[in-house]
Nanobody
């Protein structure tokens, strides 16, 4: 069983930055597809970004150019740098990793609140 622990959420003013971290209990990031979803109140969970750790990375249009995902293999950690934050970025952010067998593991979620 893989455990993912997120941190880094909080309250920030519009235009500010936050960095989210997701630490895995094993080296699963090196073999899986990883990324971040978010869910705002009353809305469906939305894929924000995903990556294989190589050249294949996806960003949803609304965060393109503002958010960056990367992996630190030595620390079993995936990061999400969020710049120029907007109030509409406010949500609970969930880290996930999908193992090649198809099993998906989720973090517990971290709240991001952007004030206007």
């Amino acid at each position: 069983q893989v455990q993912l622990v997120e941190s880094g959420g909080g309250l920030v003013q519009a235009g500010g930055s936050l960095r989210l971290s997701c630490v895995a209990s094993s080296d699963i990031f090196s073999i899986g597809v990883m990324g971040w979803y978010r869910q705002a109140p009353g809305k469906q969970r939305e894929l924000v970004t995903s990556t294989t750790g190589g050249s294949s990375t996806f960003y949803t249009d609304s965060v393109l150019g503002r958010f960056t995902i990367w992996r630190d293999s030595g620390k079993n950690t995936v990061y999400l740098q969020m710049n120029t934050l907007k109030p509409e970025d406010s949500a609970v952010y969930y880290c996930y990793v999908r193992h090649p067998t198809g099993t998906t593991y989720w973090g517990q979620g971290t709240q991001v609140t952007v004030s206007s």
